[in-house]
């Protein structure tokens, strides 16, 4: 069975930094993709960076030269590096993977780890 397990959230001042990570267990045969999302409030959950199988990564344009993200793909685990955070990156973020099951891509998510920016 499938599970993703995000942490590394928590309430920082605005200019601090945060790590988060999120571990993967029980993957069959690998995986195809791993990103991170985050939601706030009442708004939709919005995609903040991503990475492929081949490494190449995307990024949310209001978060590009603030955030990284990484893979230890030995490990099944993805890092999402923040710095320079600011109240507006408040919010529960989340992981997403995509696993190869031989017969296709399944998506599974995390349930979340909390970040507030606030001083």
């Known amino acids: 069975q499938v599970q993703v397990a995000e942490s590394g959230g928590g309430s920082v001042q605005p200019g601090g930094s945060l790590r988060l990570s999120c571990v993967a267990s029980?993957?069959?045969?690998?995986?195809?993709?791993m990103s991170w999302y985050r939601q706030s409030g009442g708004k939709e959950r919005e995609l903040v960076a991503s990475?492929?199988?081949?490494?190449?990564?995307s990024y949310a344009d209001s978060v590009k030269g603030r955030f990284t993200i990484s893979r230890d793909r030995a490990k099944h685990t993805s890092f999402l590096q923040m710095i320079d955070l600011k109240p507006e990156d408040t919010a529960v973020y989340f992981c997403?993977?995509?696993?190869?099951?031989?017969?296709?891509?399944?998506?599974?998510w995390g349930q979340g780890t909390q970040v507030t920016v606030s001083s």
């Open positions: 029980g993957i069959p045969l690998g995986i195809n993709y």
């Open positions: 990475m492929s199988g081949g490494g190449r990564t």
């Open positions: 997403k993977i995509g696993v190869d099951h031989g017969v296709g891509n399944w998506d599974y």
